[in-house]
């Protein structure tokens, strides 16, 4: 699964800033739904994502197993930082780096990391792999909300 899901990252970190171009300023910053963020403020959601999934997939590499994946507070970081005002292209160039990073970390891994262990809460055990496409995936669930 690995490959298939890095194969994906690297394809939608090409795509993004391209697909956004044809999106105004104004619909950005529209919130898509009454109460729901912007696609811009998604934007920014998955900058948070990336953050913390850079550091979880540096981490799991020398931390006792099952490594522990916290919650962060992602309505309050959405706040926090911001995004609604942010800059368009320095969001963009913010993720994209981040999921460089991602992928040049994951692809250095030896294929037995895939079974490294991680808790991802109320004790429930998941490999490396599963985390590497359940990141994937839920970006991939962020994008579709951007461009619906």
Do not use: C
């Not at 105004?24 to 953050?51: C, F, N």
Request: hydrophobic fraction near 40%.
């Amino acid at each position: 699964m690995k490959h298939a899901a890095i194969g994906r990252l690297k394809g939608h970190i090409q795509d993004l800033p391209a697909n956004l171009q044809s999106f105004t300023p104004e619909s950005l910053q529209e919130p898509r739904v009454p109460g729901k963020w912007s696609r811009i403020q998604i934007v920014g959601h998955l900058v948070d994502s990336a953050t913390r999934n850079l550091i979880r997939f540096q981490e799991v590499q020398f931390h006792p197993a099952p490594y522990r994946l916290t919650p962060y507070p992602q309505e309050d970081l959405v706040q926090a930082n911001f995004y609604q005002e942010a800059s368009k292209e320095d969001l963009l160039s913010l993720w994209a780096a981040l999921n460089q990073q991602i992928v040049f970390v994951l692809e250095q891994l030896p294929e037995e990391a895939l079974k490294w262990s991680m808790d991802i809460g109320e004790g429930e055990i998941k490999d490396m792999d599963f985390w590497i496409e359940d990141y994937v995936g839920h970006l991939e669930h962020h994008l579709q909300q951007i461009f619906e």
